[in-house]
């Protein structure tokens, strides 16, 4: 039985594991679609940390069918250069660099190119805002894609890429031919099946014929498109033995399109591996024709490995390898708890939506490789350091000055490291894989960790730092008029986590992030919640695709009654009045009251900052700044060791 870390073949490709590092856009390029060398510094990171097969991105043929302003392309030949330097950069490691060639069709904003964009058929996708209203192709231009495609193989195959990988999947141009949703055509391209598959298998068998017996061509499919009307799990099966016999090498299995979007890349509420079923109905209809991969939520230890146990050929991991670039190589050793665990918590999609680079919550180096070292080396680093707070601004800062070389006391007022993600963790699953790692990663350098201690300014005096690094985070908002109810308690967001021990009815007024996972918590402890929100959507906090995950967390866990638009107006003898527009409505029976707000912790940088004892001496980061999210706080925390070594040489 094959293993993980067993090579592999992909037709003369000879791979080293069985972990192929996923396709995954990063907003990196230049606007006309060539390689920076950041990107280049981001291959090179990934391939020095054991990456085997590397796909690149969804990269467009042609501009028509671009997703977004910084996306790669291989359009034309003013990439070349650009994808040689690639493929040289990952060559040097011993791995191989695959291109995912696509269009995006019905699913390409038009203001992109200029250009309506064209699909199957006149669909448009209501996801997307503006929602572009795109073109139902000829046969001509169906000829003409298929030139585009063959174009693009030949730039890459010239540029000395190792493999084409067509982007079937996810609702784009070839992958919307397909399905029954997105393909409403009546000629010999849509009705059955065997009709809407003729477009991919024709483009498949063009693109062999372009690129030669030995060249590996990969497609990615979605299995399922979780939409009535949509592709389902029997057509996929037996597309993908058509695909198979048109010499695709590899099948890559994803799932959804943009109207299910909440299924292409999945949070901490989904299972893992969540597509093998798929997978291993595809693998049953293809056998020995193709290989058959399969992606989403492989990365925790354990998972990939009975994956390829029941039989499919290779695991794609995508935004593993984006929290950490040596995942492969750390997996290999058996350095598993050393991995920086990717926390699903959809950042890095949301800064690709705002057209800005999809940099990392839990890796304030990915995107920014180059920053590597900086601080390091000859530089002189402060010492001893007190960093106090150990949320992820605190942690990253105390992990980064330990590896300087400074001796980090690190100090908690909870018994547990965390801070808000510790207390958000048992919603947000995933919180407690980062947790994990940064308890193990603070021990391994040699971080003194005090638990259960509140650090004040004469116990950081006796320590005597060279840098003190203010990460307190934030604390409850103030009570407001609510403070002054009568009869019944009334908390704060944090206090409520500690206090609320008997289940009952409790009222949250304020719908943000913060509040949402405090319900779902309440919730799920067997309270009745009603979650009040004066603005008309909830999370509004949070961009985009994040949103939306709390949003559905929110909507899917029982005993929540959520109230857009509405206000609390008084609180009093367990009555509670509501106003939404213009109307109220009393709740009684109501237990508690919360406030849902958030403010920075900063009374101790105040008093700090205002002590000539420790001038320039004071770092403030995270929350305690100002409360924003898990990634702002841990490139905080970076900036603030990389500055401290900066502080440290100012006063030499
Ligand atoms: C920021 C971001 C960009 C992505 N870009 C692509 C892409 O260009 N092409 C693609 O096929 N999938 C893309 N995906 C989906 C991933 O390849 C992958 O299927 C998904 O994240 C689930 O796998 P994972 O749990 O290993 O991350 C992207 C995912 C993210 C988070
Ligand atoms: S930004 Fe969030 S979802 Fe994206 S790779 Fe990093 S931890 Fe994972």
Known sequence: MAELFDSIGIRAMKLPHRIIMGPMEKGMANRDGTLTQRYLGYLRARAAGGAGLIQLESTYVDTIGMGHLYQVGCHDDSVLDGLRAAADAVHEFDARLALEIYLGGRESPSFMSGLQPIAPSVVPCEVLHPMPTPREMTTKDIDWAIAAFCAAGRRLKKAGLDMAHVHGAHGYLVGSFVSPFSNRRTDSFGGSLENRARFP???????????????????????????????????????????????????DISGGFYESNYMI????????AGFLSHAL???????????????????????????????????????????????????????????????????????????????????????????RGVGRGDRRV?????????????????????????????????????????????????????????????????????????????????????????????????????????GMPVLGLFEAYGQITDPGTIVIAGGHVASCILAVHLARGGNRVILVEPGDALAADQPGWGREQIERLVHNTPGIDVRLETTVENARDGSVQLQAHGSSEIRTGVDIVVVGGRQSENALAEQLLADPNFAGRVLVVGDAVRPRNIHTATLDGMRAATLGAAAALALV
Do not use: W
């Open 382 to 486: 402060p010492s001893p350091v007190v960093v106090v707070g150990s949320g992820p601004a605190g942690i990253q800062a105390a992990i980064e000055l330990a590896e300087a070389g400074s001796a980090v006391h690190l100090f908690e007022q909870r018994d547990v490291i965390g801070g808000q993600m510790a207390m958000a963790a048992d919603v947000q699953g995933d919180f407690h894989r980062f947790l994990d790692y940064a308890v193990a990663r603070l021990q391994r350098v040699g971080v003194t960790v005090y638990l259960n201690s509140r650090a004040d300014r004469g116990l950081i005096a006796g320590i005597t730092p060279e840098l003190v690094v203010v990460a307190t985070g934030a604390r409850s908002a103030p009570l407001a008029h609510l403070s002054e109810s009568e």
């Open 201 to 251: 298998v024709m483009l498949v068998q063009a693109l062999r014929a372009e690129l030669g017996e030995d060249f590996p061509i990969g497609y990615r499919l979605t299995a399922d498109e979780y939409i009535a009307d949509g592709l389902g799990i029997a057509e996929s099966a037996e597309f993908a033995g058509m695909l198979a016999e048109a010499s695709v090498d590899l099948i």
């Open 265 to 272: 890349m999945q949070g901490s509420e989904s299972p893992d």
């Open 281 to 371: 109905q595809i693998k049953a209809v293809v056998g020995d024709r193709a290989l058959v991969s399969v992606a989403q939520r492989l990365s925790r230890p354990g998972v990939a490995e009975e994956v390829i146990a029941q039989g499919i050929d290779m695991v794609s991991m995508s935004r593993a390898f984006h929290a950490d670039p040596d995942y492969a190589a750390k997996r290999r050793a058996g350095r598993a708890p050393e991995i920086i665990p990717c926390i699903a918590c959809h950042h890095c999609v949301d800064e690709l939506e705002a057209n800005r680079v999809a940099d990392c919550s839990v890796n304030p180096f990915t995107t920014r490789e180059f920053l």
